[in-house]
Every structure is written in C-alpha cells, then in structure tokens.
C-alpha cells in the first residue's frame, strides 16, 4: 500500500507541481522527454546487440531502420532534449535574468519531441534506412526505400532543426537582450565575452604587463562554452536543413513522377559539406558543450572560481576554429580527397582537439582538487565518470584520425564503439546525469530522491556497462569487425556477446534511475509537470517566503 | 615491413594499457578528493602549461611515428610518382573493379548490389594473382552508390580498405609482404542488399613471398 502511495504521490509528498514555476515545468517537460527517449535508443541498441548474437532476430532492412533511428533518437530526441531544457534555464540562471521567451521555449521542445517521433515512425512503418549519414545518393536510392518513407523521415529531421533554430533564437536572445527595468546592457563587452575573446585579451594584456581587460567578464564562463556551442548548433542545424530540402527536392520529384538524375549532385562534394556540418555535433557543439557543463559543475560543487579561467575562455576560442576544420578526418578513407585536406584538417587540426579536450579535464580536475576534500555525491561521482569517458574517447578519435591507422580502422567498430560510444554513454550521458542530479534540487524545490541505493546501482550499472560493451566491440574491431554490418556465420561471437551482456547493463541501470525518478516525484508530479503553471511569474524559481 | 595484423596488435596492447592507466587515474583522484583528511591543494600554472605542452607533442607526434613505421601512408604520398615510373606496368598491376546495384525491377534480384571482377585479369581458380612486393593499384567505380572496397584475410581481419564514391577517383595503392588468399567485402553500408552481400570469398591471391600470412593462408596455415 505505501509502495503505491509512493508510486503515486512520490517520497514525502513528491513533487508539489502547483509551486513550479513556467521556467521549472519548461525545463523539466524537456528533461523528462529527453530521458524517455534515451530510454528508447538504448532500447534499439539493445535490439542491436541482440541481433549480432542471435543474426536473424529481425529482416535485414528493419535492422538498418532500427540503425537509422537509433542516433536520431539518442542525440535529437534525448541529448538535444535534455541539454536545450538544462541550458534554457542554465543561462537566464547564470546571467540573472529572465529567459527571453517561455513561450519558445515550450515550442522548442515540442518540436524536438514530435520530430523525433515522425522520424522514428519514418523508420518504423517505411524501414527507410539510409543511415544518419546519409551519403549520396542513398537516401533517395528509390530502388530500395519508399519516398513516403523518406518524407516522414526528413520531415521529421525538419521539425526537429526547427525546434533547434528556436532553442537558438532564444539563447542568444537572452544573453543579448536587456529586460525591463535594467538599465540598456552594451552589446560589445557581451559579445567579446561570449566568444571569449575577452579571456583572450586578459591573456595578452597580462603578457604585455597591462591592467586586465576584462577584471569582471560580462558573460559568466559556462555561458561562453553555451553561446560557443550554439554557434556550431547553428551551423549544424543549417548543413542538416540544406541536405534534407535537397532530398526533399528528389522525394517529391520521384513521387509526382518527375525522378531526377541524382548524379547531378557530386557524392564526394556532397560528403564533405555533409561532414562538416554534421561534425560540428560531434566535435564543436558536444566538446564544447561538454567542457561548459563540467566547468560549472566543478565551481557549483566546489563554490570556487575555476582554475586557470582566461584560459579555458581563451580554449573556447580555440575550440571555435579548431571545430570548424577537422571535418576530413571523416574522409580519409576517400581517395578523390586531396591529401594536403587530409594532412591539415584530418590530421594536424583534428589533433588540436586532444589539446582543447585535455585542457577542459585539466582546468576541471584541478578545480575540484583545490577545494578537497569533498563529498562523493551523486554529482561528483557521475561528473568523474563523465570526464574518464572523454578520456577514453577522444584519444581513440585522433589515432582514428591518422591517415596510417584510419586504412585499418575505417568504418570498423573502433569509430563508433571505442570513440562514439564511450564518448556519447560514457563521457556525454555521465555528464548529464551529473547536471541532472545538480539541478534536481533547483528544479524540484527540493524533492527528496527515493533510494540513493537505486542511484548507486543505476551508477555502476551504467558505468560498467558502457565501459564494458565500448571495450568489447573496440576489440572486434582490431580483429576486423565492421559497423553497419550483420555477422551471420558467428564471426566475433564472444566480443557480441559480452558487448550484449554490457548493454544489457545499461538497459536495466536506465529502468532503475527512472524507477527512481518516478517513485521520487510521484506519478501525479510527472503529469503536473505537462499541466499549465499556476504561478505567474518570469522568475527561475518560486521568489523565497 | 610491418602490416596491419602487427599494426592492430600494437595498437590493442597500447590502448588497453592506456584504459587501465584512465581507470587507476581517476579512482586515484576520486579517492584523494573524497578524503577526508586532505586538504585543499592548488596547482601551479607552470604545471598547466607543461601538460598543455604534453598533449600538443604528444598529438603531432604520433602522425610523426604512423607516417615513419606504417609503410601504406608514403605509399599513398608518393602513389602518383610511382605510377609514372616505367617499372610500372599498368597493364599488369592496375585492377578495374565495378560497384553496382541490380535496378532491373523485373529481375528476382532487383536491388542487388556486386563487385564486378575484371575477368580477362582472373587465374585459372578465378583469383586476382598479385606478384609479391610489386605496387598494385585497385580502380574501383561506382555506378550508383557509395560503396565501400576492403581486403580481409581468412580470419575476418582487415588488410585494407576504402571508400568508393560515385563520380569520384577510388584508386588504392597496395603492397603485398606476405603470400595469402584474400576475400573483398564492401565496407560501406549501402542499403540491406549491399554491404555483407558485396563479398567475394577468396578474391585475390599473393604469390612470391619468402613468408605466409598466418591469419590468410587457404587451410589454415
């Protein structure tokens, strides 16, 4: 009976979703929707790994729809979802301001959320599969898919860009704008300051026996790494817009009767302007994202100011031209790429992001050391966990961006296990759970958390798990096993079925947090978080009695 | 002359220590954090720059060492001064490969994606025979999609691979060390009826060599 209690009303009450503000409900509707999905991709993953234990489990064109959907939904419909909602209260919070507008904050998520789901039905119903890649002419290949298939796929991919082009708007519409009663805010220090240009000029000026330039930032350093990353969520959002109103063009075409030569579009040429927005994801808007979310996690837990502060602002800078020329290390694998392309952007500046990666762990360990010692909270524990998945990545990525070692390693598992894996389960998914729990007391006014034993189960589970199956599949790799391919002969048996066994773990971990979550905030609290704010307000949270 | 068998067993023994090295690092750090005991400890800059210094060396120097001791990346620099050379018999070491996906919609096997051997090039067990040590170069074209073109040896492990674009030079230079039967697999997904289905078992034969290639030889050794 007390379970069911729990189950319903939460622990000791649950969450009071009548004392939420807009901007609470806002953010948690997004965190929640985000959480849900993830619980979905690791799901396919599963599905996934199920399959290269037992090859047959599923028709090999609904395998691949089940690999075209699963990064739509782990980054868009998750990553996207969870950090948009944590930024759009992140900035107003760091800046001391209101956000600029509830109302498109609303609309973001529910573009993200429902342009997740017409994408995913795209790869259900239809098994349109050509991979989130999509290398020409692939995706309107009409000779294997469905153009209906392919519309409510791309459309879908739409929605969700569009809902990324708010989340954007509104962003720096928050930082740049002056709210009512403030005295008018000088556009010049914000904008140096939110590309970190200032910790640039405090840097120079200290080499040159000067005054600093900025004693005070105007623009706090984890909105810097925010409004750096949006930049490349910019950029990104308008490379996969442009692809997709191209294959547009080609479904409708094909469907009115009028199919069109898809030579006239340069496949290499295509793949390189593809990359190079798409990477922005991986190497501009996660890292940065990343380092801006550890940045403020270690002062939060710390209370400290960061170590080393203009150089981590100096670094995002950095970041900014390092992220927008790297993109051909995706292509050397490609003959018809010019060597110097490959040597400079796919070796050489690629390399650059072992530096700018390394000096956000550095700036962040020792952060956290200079205020020891500390409690092994829930925080603490995920962000450590977080920071050693990026330091397994990332190294794994440059030696994959070595125009020796990618002749081996291409498309292998090593990419998308030792790399993307450890990288997105580990590093990306640590991290957010760290800010997660950070925020919860912000976001919840304080509801108590049901079981601390189900965190540490849903921690080591986790934790295990993606370290388990990102080593297990990087060793088939080594041994010549490839992505995007069913083994059917019992090829790399035992590494698949160790890697299954480990996303099992990551499988039940999920289930256990949000078990928890759930009996924490109580069922009722779950739904009032998607029932209209009863308090009226632009304030963050509920103005103190 | 190493190959990508001893290039890969490096790199797994090099990387799991590394992963063991991550994992002592910050269990070592989780514990100094959380101990009670300790006490507030703060870095030197010089300390920051030093690291910063590290990983700058470190990051360059490994293409340093790749481009010294893996034989396939000068090949790649130097293919085009290599082919000139009148030792070059194109006749002899080029091989024409063609992707291509079956767009008969009355044929059973509609969607179906092949390499296409060049057959006056095959031996008499229907093998690409490459001499040993000699420059080869794969021409592989596309018809249609983006296709990808590896060599595996007998146990699943890649010799080599790359991408083939349609509408673009996919060209790949190779030298063989070691005698060894070879198959090709495409190593691009390219559709449910690409990919796995692109294989052609025991493709290409080495002959020559003073040494076999264990994980390649037909039989086992």
């Known amino acids: 009976m007390s379970f069911i209690n729990t189950l319903i009303n939460g622990t000791e009450g649950g969450l009071k979703t009548d004392g939420l503000t807009p901007m609470q409900k806002v953010t948690l509707r997004a965190v929640v929707f985000g959480v849900l999905y993830y619980g979905l991709a690791v799901l396919e993953g599963q599905l996934m790994r199920a399959n290269s234990v037992a090859p047959g489990l599923f028709e090999e064109n609904h395998y691949f729809s089940i690999m075209t959907v699963h990064p739509i939904v782990g980054i868009f419909g998750s990553t996207y979802l969870i950090v948009f909602g944590a930024f759009t209260f992140l900035v107003p919070y760091l800046m001391k301001k209101p956000l600029y507008s509830i109302k498109i904050a609303n609309i973001t998520w529910m573009s993200i959320a429902t342009g997740t789901l017409m994408s995913w039905l795209g790869g259900a119903i239809y098994h349109y599969a050509p991979l989130y890649t999509l290398y020409w002419p692939l995706p309107v290949d009409f000779e294997q898919f469905n153009p209906i298939g392919g519309l409510v796929f791309v459309l879908g991919i739409a929605i969700i860009m569009i809902g990324t082009l708010l989340f954007i708007y509104n962003t720096f519409a928050t930082v740049f704008y002056t709210e009512e009663g403030h005295e008018k805010r000088p ?14 000029l405090n840097i120079w000026y200290k080499i040159t026996g000067r005054e600093p330039y900025a004693k005070e930032p105007a623009v706090s350093l984890p909105v810097v790494a925010i409004f750096r990353g949006t930049i490349d969520t910019f950029l990104d959002a308008m490379v996969i817009l442009t692809c997709g109103i191209l294959i547009l063009v080609y479904i409708v075409g094909d469907l009115s009767g009028a199919a069109m030569d898809y030579t006239s579009v340069n ?101 956290l050391w200079s205020a020891k010692p500390l409690k092994m909270d829930n925080r603490l524990k995920f962000l450590l966990a977080g920071i050693m998945g990026f330091m397994i990545a990332i190294p794994a990525a440059i030696l994959q961006a070595d125009m020796g070692l990618n002749r081996i390693l291409h498309n292998t598992q090593w990419i998308i296990f030792t790399h993307v894996h450890a990288a997105i389960l580990i590093g990306l998914t640590m991290t957010l759970y760290a800010a997660i729990y950070t925020l919860w007391p912000i976001l919840t006014n304080d509801v108590k958390l049901y079981s601390q034993k189900l965190a540490d189960i849903h921690f080591w589970g986790h934790l295990l798990g993606a370290l388990g199956m990102s080593c297990f599949m990087g060793l ?51 739904i009032g978080i998607y029932t209209p704010s009863k308090i009226d307000t632009k304030d963050l949270v509920p103005a103190s009695e | ?135 080869v170069v794969f021409d592989v074209v596309s018809e249609d999609l983006t296709y990808g073109f590896g060599l595996f040896r007998q146990d699943g492990s890649m010799v080599t691979q790359m991408q083939v674009n349609p509408g673009s030079r996919n060209d790949l230079m190779w030298q063989f060390h070691k005698n060894g039967v070879y198959h090709i697999r495409s190593t691009e997904y390219s559709g449910a009826k690409g990919g796995r289905h692109m294989t052609i078992k025991n493709a290409v034969v080495v002959k020559g060599c003073d040494v076999d290639d264990s994980r390649s030889m037909l039989g086992g050794n």
């Open chain 2, 1 to 135: 002359m190493e190959d990508s068998a001893g290039v890969l067993a490096l790199l797994k023994i090099v990387y799991t220590i590394y992963v063991f090295a991550v994992l002592s690092l910050i269990y070592w750090f989780a514990k100094g954090v959380s101990n009670p005991k300790g006490k507030p400890r703060i870095v030197k800059p010089g300390t920051f720059y030093i690291y910063v210094g590290l990983l700058i060396f470190v990051g360059v120097s490994i293409h340093i060492f790749t481009f010294n001791k893996i034989p396939w990346v000068e090949t790649d620099f130097k293919r085009h001064t290599i082919e000139k050379d009148p030792s070059f018999d194109k006749s002899k070491q080029m091989y024409n490969i063609i992707a291509r996906q079956n767009k008969d919609r009355n044929s059973p096997n509609h969607g179906e994606q092949k390499f296409i051997l060049p057959k006056d090039r095959l031996n008499a067990d229907g093998m690409l025979e490459i001499e040993c040590g000699k420059y």
């Open chain 1, 267 to 367: 496949a290499l040429l295509y793949k390189n302007f593809f990359w190079w927005g798409l990477d922005l994801i991986a190497d501009g808007l996660v890292l940065i994202y990343v380092a801006g979310t550890w940045y403020l996690l270690a002062m939060m837990i710390t209370g400290k100011k960061l170590f080393m502060q203009n150089i981590a602002r100096a670094a995002l800078l950095l970041e900014l031209i390092v992220s927008w020329m790297v993109w051909s290390h995706h292509l050397l694998g490609d003959q018809g790429q010019p060597n110097i392309m490959k040597l400079l952007s796919g070796e050489m500046v690629t390399a650059f992001e072992l530096v700018t990666q390394g000096i956000a762990v550095f700036i962040t360990l020792v952060t």
């Open chain 1, 476 to 526: 088939a790799a080594m041994d010549g096993a490839l992505r995007r391919t069913i083994y059917v002969d019992g090829e790399y048996n035992l590494y698949m079925i160790l890697g299954a066994i480990a996303g099992t773990m990551i499988l039940v971990s999920w289930a256990v947090f949000l078990v928890n979550v759930v009996l924490s905030i109580g069922i009722k609290g779950l």
């Open chain 1, 187 to 200: 556009l010049k220090p914000l904008i140096l300051s939110a590309l970190g240009i200032d910790g640039m």
